[in-house]
C-alpha cells in the first residue's frame, strides 16, 4: 500500500539549515576570537618586555654621553668604542639639533638631519618607544634625550629588529589557523550530521501523522532516546492508540446498530409478506400479524430514541445543570414503572432521602433511574422485589437498586455496560431490551461525574449503585 506523502518544507526554509547555520555561525565567532585575541595578547606582552628593554638601553646610553656640555663625533665614537659591538639594527646619536653625529649603518648619514619622530620627543627632554610588526619580524625603536646639567645635549636612538619572536609568532598564528580550519570542517560535518539526524526525526512522525490521516489506525512511530521528540513520538503513539479504539468502537457500534434495526424490518417484512402472499389469511391472524409489526416498529422507536440519546452523550455538549433532588426522581420514575411492576407481580420499595441532591439535569437522573429501576423489574421474578434506596455521606450521593432477579453472571458483569450487550438475548428481546439501557446510564453518570458499579450473584439478585458529588445547594423547585 502506497503511504501517504507528508507535506515537504523546502531546504532553505527547513529547521535543518536553520539549527546547522546556528551552530556554524556559534563556532565561527568562537574560532574568531580563538585567531585573534591570543595572538594580540602575545603580541602586546612581547611589544611590552621588549620597549622597557630596548628604552633602558638606550638611557645607559645616554648617560654614558652626558660627560661634557657639547658632544662631538669623536667623543661619541670613543664612547660606542668603549661600549664594544651591539647587536641593534641600528644606533643613532644626534646632538641637540637633531644633526647626526654618529650611525651604526655607517658614514653616508654623518651630519644630515635626522627625522626620526621618535628622535624629535626625545629632543623634546622624553623618553619614548615603540614597537611594531613587520614583515615576519618585530620592529622595536626607543630613542632617549642625553641631558647634560638639565640641559638636552642631545639624544640616542635604537632600532632592534627581532625576526625570532616573530616567526614563533607567525608559527602561533598559522598553527591556529589550521587547528580553526580543522575544527570548522569538523563543525560543518556535525551541524550537517546533527542536524539530519533531527530533521529525519521530524520527517518521521510528520509521516507518521500523514499515515494516521490516511485512516492506517495501526501505525506507530518508533521511539529512539528520551529527548523531548521522543515524548512527542510518545504522546502521538498513545494519541494513535486512543484514536484506533475510538475508531473501533464506532465501527463496532455502526455494525451493532444497522444488525439490531435490521432484525426488526426483517421482522416486519416478513410480516407483512406473510399478510399479502396468503389471500386466504382469516381476520384473527392478521390482527395478530399486525400487532406484531406493531411490536416490532416500537422496539424500533426504541432502539432509535436510545441511540439519539447515545449521540447526544457522545457529543460532549455540556448539560445546564441544577441542583436536582434524586429522590423526587425516584419517586417518579417509581410511578411511572408501577403498571410494569404489577404486571411482573414485583414489589416496588421505595427508601428515600431528602437531603441526597446531585447537581446534574432532572431528566438525566430520571434516565439513569429508569433504565436500572427498569432492569430491576424486567430481570426479576414473580413475587420477587425491587428495593431503590436514595442516601448520601459527608461529599457523596448515593442512589441504589437491589433487586431479588435471576443476577447476572460475573464474566458478563463488565461487559453488561458496551452498547448492544446482553447476557440473556432471547430474555432481553422478550422484556423490549435493546441492550443499550446501562451503555447510557455509564455514560450519564460519567457526564456528572459520577461512577456506577454492580454486584450479582447469579438467582440471587442484583445491586447497582450509583454514586455522584453531593450537592449543597438549595434545590430550586
Ligand atoms: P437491555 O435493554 O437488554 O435491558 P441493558 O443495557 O439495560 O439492556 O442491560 C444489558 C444486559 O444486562 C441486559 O440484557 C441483561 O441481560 C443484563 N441486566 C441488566 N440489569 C440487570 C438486572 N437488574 N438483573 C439481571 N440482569 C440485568
Redesign the pocket.
Known amino acids: 500500500m502506497d503511504k501517504p506523502a507528508a507535506k515537504r518544507v523546502p531546504l532553505f526554509r527547513s529547521l535543518q539549515l536553520k539549527y546547522a547555520l546556528a551552530y556554524i555561525v556559534v563556532i565561527a565567532l568562537v574560532l574568531l576570537l580563538l585567531n585573534t585575541y591570543p595572538i594580540i595578547a602575545s603580541q602586546d606582552q612581547v611589544f611590552k618586555s621588549k620597549q622597557t628593554s630596548l628604552q633602558n638601553q638606550a638611557n645607559v646610553l645616554s648617560s654614558s654621553l652626558a660627560v661634557a656640555d657639547t658632544i662631538t663625533p669623536e667623543g661619541v665614537a670613543q664612547a660606542m668604542e668603549m661600549l664594544g659591538h651591539t647587536s641593534m639594527a641600528r644606533v643613532l646619536v644626534t646632538d641637540s639639533a637633531g644633526l647626526i653625529l654618529y650611525d651604526s649603518a655607517g658614514p653616508e648619514n654623518i651630519y644630515r638631519y635626522a627625522l626620526f619622530s621618535e628622535l624629535n620627543g626625545a629632543l623634546s627632554g622624553w623618553d619614548v618607544s615603540r614597537s611594531g610588526y613587520r614583515d615576519g619580524s618585530f620592529s622595536t625603536r626607543a630613542a632617549a634625550p642625553i641631558t647634560y646639567r638639565n640641559l638636552t645635549i642631545g639624544a640616542v636612538y635604537l632600532w632592534e629588529a627581532d625576526a625570532e619572536q616573530g616567526a614563533l609568532l607567525m608559527n602561533l598564528r598559522t598553527t591556529l589557523i589550521n587547528i580553526s580550519m580543522v575544527v570548522c570542517i569538523l563543525v560543518i560535518l556535525c551541524s550537517i550530521f546533527f542536524s539530519k539526524a533531527l530533521t529525519r526525526r521530524i520527517e518521521d512522525l510528520l509521516q507518521a501523522i500523514a499515515i494516521v490521516r490516511g485512516g492506517q489506525y495501526n501505525h506507530r512511530v518508533e521511539l529512539v532516546g528520551r529527548d523531548e521528540l521522543s515524548l512527542l513520538a510518545d504522546e502521538f503513539n498513545n494519541l494513535t492508540d486512543r484514536l484506533q479504539v475510538t475508531e473501533d468502537v464506532r465501527r463496532r457500534f455502526v455494525s451493532d446498530a444497522s444488525h439490531e434495526l435490521k432484525t426488526p424490518l426483517a421482522s416486519i417484512r416478513l410480516l407483512t409478506d406473510s399478510i399479502l402472499q396468503s389471500p386466504e389469511i382469516d381476520p384473527e391472524t392478521t390482527r395478530e400479524f399486525v400487532s406484531d409489526i406493531g411490536a416490532e416498529a416500537d422496539r424500533l422507536t426504541r432502539i432509535s430514541e436510545k441511540l439519539l440519546t447515545l449521540t447526544r452523550l457522545d457529543s460532549a455538549v455540556e448539560p445546564a445543570r441544577c441542583p436536582v433532588a434524586v429522590s423526587a426522581v425516584v419517586d417518579k420514575v417509581a410511578s411511572m414503572l408501577a403498571p410494569l411492576a404489577k404486571a411482573g407481580e414485583v414489589t416496588l420499595k421505595l427508601e428515600l432521602d431528602s437531603e441526597c441532591v446531585v447537581f446534574a439535569t432532572g431528566d438525566d437522573l430520571s434516565q439513569i433511574a429508569f433504565?436500572?429501576m427498569?432492569?430491576?423489574v424486567?430481570?426479576?421474578r414473580p413475587g420477587g422485589e425491587v428495593l431503590v434506596t436514595t442516601s448520601h455521606t459527608r461529599d457523596r450521593a448515593i442512589l441504589q437498586?437491589t433487586?431479588t432477579?435471576?443476577?447476572?453472571p460475573e464474566a458478563?458483569q463488565e461487559k453488561?455496560?458496551d452498547r448492544f450487550?446482553?447476557?440473556?438475548?432471547a430474555?432481553?428481546?422478550a422484556?423490549?431490551?435493546?441492550?443499550?439501557?446501562?451503555?447510557?446510564?455509564l455514560d450519564t453518570v460519567k457526564q456528572h461525574r459520577g461512577t456506577v458499579t454492580v454486584e450479582?450473584t447469579l438467582g440471587t439478585?442484583?445491586r447497582?449503585t450509583v454514586s455522584f458529588p453531593l450537592c449543597k445547594e438549595e434545590v430550586v423547585e
Open positions: 433504565n436500572l427498569e432492569n430491576a424486567k430481570y426479576n437498586v433487586d432477579g435471576v443476577g447476572i458478563d453488561i455496560f450487550y446482553r447476557v440473556d438475548k430474555r432481553s428481546r422484556a423490549g431490551g435493546t441492550g443499550l439501557g446501562l451503555s447510557i446510564v450479582s439478585g442484583t447497582f
